[in-house]
């Protein structure tokens, strides 16, 4: 019986339920209660006893720790919240540049007490802050338990529970040494210099992100690709690094297990301190080491066991982590490749010849035992992912299963290649270079693979569509009768063939929700900013692309037509220049095609201006400067844009277009101010509108009485996201509230569609 497998999962679960369920208040009483009812397992008989007393004990000790866990770091932190002063901290890493100055992990160290681990932002770029350095800045700190305005847990899942904000200069002192705790950020940093110097400017970054896990570098376009195609996990120091060192050395090895054991664990724990002993690559490295610990202690090889083992240890160190969406994917991960790439490896090997002959044969034999080992490792690890990849990021990756067994071998060579070159790099700069160029091959091969699969229709799906919500409902089901099916002979093809005929079934729903009606308008989520997508009779256009949100505008709008399975926007308008409305453009245009782009014919010497046209003009865009009112057909719908009606400035000088499809009516104002508002109802002939979006994300200065008095709008979309400016207005809620409307917003809601049907 697994009694280290009950106990411990028990203790997981209630983690879990700790972190996203319980009130902290209840822990301690929850925990005591689930103590009192482990004796009630007393009355079991047998192996059941034993599993319903571990199992309770195990919920009573994860509630109970979690609860002491909080009290004991948490008061600390809470007891210096909110207070303002000189702080003394010790920088534990190297600085970021923020849009704002800089960041940089420190400890905090209080008069009495432990030292606290700290986020601090400084008004400068920092670049000569180091590892182990002293800091003595005037400083406001709060509770690091809010992101954007909204509550969550990301910083406590990285043991941070401050977030300092200096004010003024920082004092700097330098130790005569660093300390001993810094040297792997100053081993991680050495590797990035060497692969700079080793590396060409177009394979360097994708190189340092696959050894250190720093994808800063990298382009976002890049880095959008290999999301698309299931790929941005490769570039997450994690478990999958920890495996090609694992695997690879086993290879070398051969049946020698224990010899084996001993050197990767050794091996893992010094690739996690020469890559900074980031937390994701030490808890692959303690996963891994796990399951090496059975020959050397020998015993039999638990899986079960060792997962629940490593999970418990870690939520041991810090409960909070439970939240850290990199430690819920690489557990799925390995649980899945645990459970399934095994016998899927299996069947698929039974495929092949049994006993080749001659060398071509037997090397045909190696390549298709490769290719069917990255084939049931990449299934394998996806089974469970996928439903978090759902949850969290609102999408699901189709083609990854094919752009992993594509690409998987290049990653290794890269990853292998690239540490290989790295390290050769700090001592012998003319061997790294040698051993850079076939690396750089690899990478090649990835850059061009991924990008040519990700603009493929339908690579990545949104799962905000409900059809796709079901489908995955139903390729679990699939999957769990599968599994449970006690028959000689199991049909997997049956489940794989259903599975399929109901994706295409749900994307051809999907679309035709969003292209069906005579007009789809989708406020689309990109923080603070704007950008409206509008779909009819088959014809797309898109009003402004632009936001301060996760990702880049462009990447949104990108990604919605695509899930569409479209590549082309017949038409894209921006109202005016700003980066809120206009700063993705450059990203888009580099995803996808455009047909006709429509600019207000201001600003001429707008950088942003400057930028998008001459990109327009690169990628052969006809592009179309507006000075007075415009009419242009978009399938079955009809948009009138409205020429720049105020001056003075991008807000006021910006264009507005009305949607009309039969009697649906949608109205986008861009950021004009209530002055202009009342131009564009004197001269604009404005009807009665069923959506209106509204103006300059909910200012108070905007979105007038006078504008909703002649317009009456039914609904109004307000597109904001975490912003300084108190956006939306109270004043302009009531407003809307007054005239009846519906009110959404996409920071509440996330992406808002309206569909007018024929």
Not at 63 to 81: F, I, K, N, V
Not at 230 to 240: E, R
């Amino acid at each position: 019986m697994r009694k280290l497998a009950w106990f411990a999962g028990a203790f997981s679960a209630a983690v879990f339920l700790a972190v996203y369920l319980l009130p902290e208040g209840l822990l301690l009483p929850a925990g005591a209660v689930c103590a009192l009812v482990s004796l009630l397992g007393l009355l079991l008989q047998g192996d059941n006893r034993l599993r319903a007393l571990l199992a309770c004990l195990g919920l009573a000790a994860g509630l109970m720790w979690t609860g002491t866990y909080g009290q004991l770091t948490h008061a600390p932190a809470q007891a210096l919240a909110g207070t303002e002063g000189t702080i003394s901290a010790t920088a534990a890493d190297w600085p970021r540049e923020t849009a704002y100055g800089s960041s940089v992990l420190v400890y905090l160290r209080p008069e009495e007490g432990l030292p606290i681990s700290t986020r601090l932002y400084l008004d400068d770029p920092s670049p000569g802050l180091r590892p182990g350095d002293r800091l003595t800045v005037p400083a406001e700190l709060r509770l690091a338990d809010t992101i954007a305005g909204e509550h969550t847990d990301y910083y406590y899942a990285k043991g941070i529970l401050l977030v300092a904000y200096g004010e003024g200069e920082a004092e700097v002192s330098r130790p005569v040494r660093p300390p001993w705790w810094t040297w792997p950020a100053y081993a991680a940093r050495a590797l990035e210099d060497s692969v700079a110097r080793a590396f060409p400017g177009w394979a360097a970054p994708l190189i340092t992100a696959l050894i250190t896990g720093e994808d800063a570098g990298m382009d976002g376009g890049e880095y959008a690709a290999l999301r698309r195609t299931g790929l941005s996990h490769v570039i997450s120091v994690s478990g999958l690094h920890v495996s090609f060192l694992a695997g690879c050395l086993a290879a070398l090895l051969g049946a020698w297990r224990r010899r084996t054991a001993v050197i990767s664990i050794a091996l893992m724990f010094f690739f996690a301190a020469a890559v900074g002993n980031t937390p994701a690559v030490l808890r692959a490295a303690f996963m891994q080491s796990m399951l090496l610990l059975a020959p050397l202690v020998g015993r039999e090889d638990d899986r079960a066991t060792s997962l629940f083992t490593i999970l418990m240890l870690l939520l041991a160190a810090n409960p909070y982590a439970a939240a850290s969406v990199s430690l819920q994917l690489s557990f799925a991960a390995v649980a899945g490749i645990y459970l399934f790439t095994g016998p899927l490896n299996d069947r698929l090997r039974a495929l092949l010849p049994s006993e080749p002959k001659g060398f071509w044969p037997r090397l045909g034999r190696l390549a298709g035992e490769f290719v069917f080992a990255s084939l049931s490792t990449t299934l394998g690890a996806i089974v469970f992912t996928t439903p978090l990849t759902a949850v969290y990021f609102h999408s699901v990756s189709l083609i990854a299963p094919l752009a992993n067994l594509l690409t998987l071998w290049a990653f290794s060579l890269a990853f292998l290649g690239g540490l290989a070159a790295a390290l050769a790099g700090l001592a012998l700069p003319a061997l790294a270079g040698v051993l850079a160029w076939p690396v750089s091959l690899a990478v090649w091969f990835v850059q061009n693979v991924t990008a040519a699969l990700a603009r493929l229709p339908f690579a990545s799906v949104s799962t905000q569509s409900v059809y796709l919500r079901l489908w995955l409902l139903l390729v679990y089901g699939l999957l769990l009768l599968y599994l449970l099916w006690r028959g000689e002979k199991k049909r997997p093809l049956v489940p794989v063939g259903l599975g399929s005929a109901a994706l295409c079934g749900a994307l051809v729903l999907s679309a035709a929700a969003r292209t069906g009606g005579a007009l789809t308008v989708s406020v689309l989520d990109v923080g603070q900013g704007l950008s409206v997508a509008l779909t009819s009779g088959g014809r797309t256009a898109l009003v402004d692309c632009g936001g301060t949100g996760s990702d880049d505008p462009g990447d949104v709008a990108a990604d919605y037509f695509q899930d569409l399975g479209l590549r082309r926007i017949d038409l894209v308008v921006l109202t005016h220049y700003h980066e809120d409305h206009a700063g993705g453009v450059p990203e888009l245009l580099n995803r996808l095609d455009v047909g006709l782009l429509i600019l207000p014919d201001v600003e001429e010497d707008d950088p942003l201006r400057a930028e998008i046209t001459a990109l327009a003009a690169e990628r052969g865009v006809e592009t179309l400067f507006v000075s007075e009112n415009t009419g242009v057909e978009l399938g079955e719908a009809a948009l009138t844009i409205y020429g720049p009606l105020g001056t003075g400035g991008g807000n006021e000088e910006g264009l507005s277009i009305l949607c009309t499809a039969g009697e649906f009516d949608a109205l986008i104002t861009g950021d004009m101010n209530s002055a202009v508002e009342h131009r564009l109802v004197k001269y604009g002939n404005l009807p009665d509108i069923e959506l209106l979006v509204a103006g300059h994300h909910g200012s108070k200065y905007s979105t007038s009485e006078e504008l909703l008095l002649e317009t009456r709008p039914e609904t109004a979309v307000i597109s904001t996201g975490y912003n300084t400016y108190g956006h939306p207005a109270p004043e302009t809620l009531e407003r809307l509230a007054a005239a009846g409307c519906d009110i959404y917003r996409t920071d509440w809601s996330g992406t808002v569609t309206v569909t007018a049907q024929p």
